[in-house]
């Protein structure tokens, strides 16, 4: 890996606070104009519910895993100096962080891209769990993007053939080309 691509990805021990400071220092780079975050931070309320706080739980190696392969994928994706992503496990009270995520990159538009892929991308596939304590009950929850790629998979009869756009960037994270490609049909069903 080239010594200016620095990738950092921790899940904290429970109830130990996330220092943005010491990520958001991670990431800097002489050659990095932009430095794009995002953090994740417990809100006093959802649906008309008092949230006390949350909790969360993850099968960590596997979660670690996740997390570099999706570094990886922004990597693959936009020209990127260094990536940062951690995610606290425990218990994370109204008002804290629960997941941070910077990145630098030459170019604005490039950092926010990618943080936003870093952070959905995380939200849909990674293992960890999180569960939120109301003031009169408590409820495990599936974030959004898990739900709605769960929903994808599940369309054309369960089969996970589906048609696939991909936009190609070049490294400065601009258009260049764009190909459909539409699958075969299933061999069952001819």
Known sequence: ?????????????????????????YVSAPQAGAIATF?????????????VELRYEAYVPMAVRNLKSICYSARSSWDLRSI??????????IG????FVAVSATH???ALDACKFLIDELKAS?????????????????????????SELGKDGGSCRRK???????KKGCFKAKVK???AADASTS
């Open 126 to 150: 990674v293992p960890i769990w999180k569960k939120e304590v109301y003031s009169n009950g408590e409820v495990w929850k599936e974030n959004a993007e898990f739900l709605e790629r769960r």
């Open 108 to 110: 604005r538009a490039v």
């Open 1 to 25: 890996m080239n010594p200016e691509e620095r990738t950092l990805v921790e899940i904290l021990d429970e109830n130990k606070k996330i220092d943005l400071a010491e990520y958001i220092n």
């Open 181 to 183: 490609v539409e699958e």
């Open 39 to 51: 953090s994740g931070t417990t809100r006093d309320s959802f649906e008309d519910k008092t949230v």
């Open 84 to 93: 940062a992503v951690v995610h606290r496990l425990g218990t994370v009270p």
């Open 96 to 99: 804290e962080t629960s997941v």
């Open 164 to 170: 696939v756009e991909i936009e190609a960037h070049d």
